[in-house]
T-cell receptor
Framework: EAEVAQSPRYKITEKSQAVAFWCDPI?????LYWYRQILGQGPELLVQ????????DSQLPKDRFSAERLKGVDSTLKIQPAELGDSAMYLC??????????????FGPGTRLTVT | GDSVTQMEGPVTLSEEAFLTINCTYT??????LFWYVQYPGEGLQLLLK?????DKGSNKGFEATYRKETTSFHLEKGSVQVSDSAVYFC?????????????FGEGTQLTVNP
């Protein structure tokens, strides 16, 4: 069964350092999402891509976070510089849907970030 | 804006007990509703969904009915097992009005004891 791949699974970094996460969605899925899940809370959307274009980044802290999906396939989420409050699980999800359709989102295993 | 409220946890049950996890929502349109489950150390898995009022989603013995009049989507299971121990998230998606992103509740930790 096809899965969403993420790496690394775990990352420990010092504050003020740069960190990057990678996501490879299920083949053929046009929509890719990055969510942040703080311990004890539900995931919150950071950024949504439709193919290679950003369609929603309203909750992305753009002073330190950036995301790209250059060829409309895999994606990278970067934080620079990392802050203590960025410690969380970063989840990637993908969906077959085109804009406006609520198709199922498939989630990857996540990257757990700890900032010290 | 959209929001989802789940009953506070954690919930601890004995095996074969009846489970209810309450979920209510606020949305501007006509959302689709979902329950996701997260096992320790894993990502989220879709458990069930309902896309319109009075629809019942079901999977693995779990059920939830989309109640528009009470804006609710409560999760139920008649007889829980130890393997059901996980965190359960209620979520909604407004599709056309929000680009299909999911809005999640805070999650309910379920522990089932043998």
């Amino acid at each position: 069964e096809a899965e969403v791949a993420q790496s690394p699974r775990y990352k420990i970094t010092e504050k003020s350092q740069a960190v990057a996460f990678w996501c490879d969605p299920i083949s053929g899925h046009a929509t890719l999402y990055w969510y942040r899940q703080i311990l004890g809370q539900g995931p919150e959307l950071l950024v949504q891509f439709q193919d290679e274009s950003v369609v929603d980044d309203s909750q992305l802290p753009k002073d330190r976070f950036s995301a790209e999906r250059l060829k409309g396939v895999d994606s990278t989420l970067k934080i620079q510089p990392a802050e203590l409050g960025d410690s969380a699980m970063y989840l990637c999800a993908s969906s077959f849907s085109r804009k406006g359709n609520s198709y199922e989102q498939y989630f990857g295993p996540g990257t757990r970030l700890t900032v010290t | 804006g959209d929001s989802v409220t789940q009953m506070e946890g954690p919930v601890t049950l004995s095996e074969e007990a009846f489970l209810t996890i309450n979920c209510t929502y606020t949305a501007t349109g006509y959302p689709s509703l979902f329950w996701y489950v997260q096992y320790p150390g894993e990502g989220l898995q879709l458990l069930l969904k309902a896309t319109k009022a009075d629809d019942k989603g079901s999977n693995k013995g779990f059920e939830a009915t989309y109640r528009k009049e009470t804006t609710s989507f409560h999760l139920e299971k008649g007889s829980v097992q130890v393997s059901d121990s996980a965190v359960y998230f209620c979520a909604l998606s407004e599709g056309e009005t929000s680009g299909s992103r999911l809005t999640f509740g805070e999650g309910t930790q379920l522990t089932v004891n043998p």
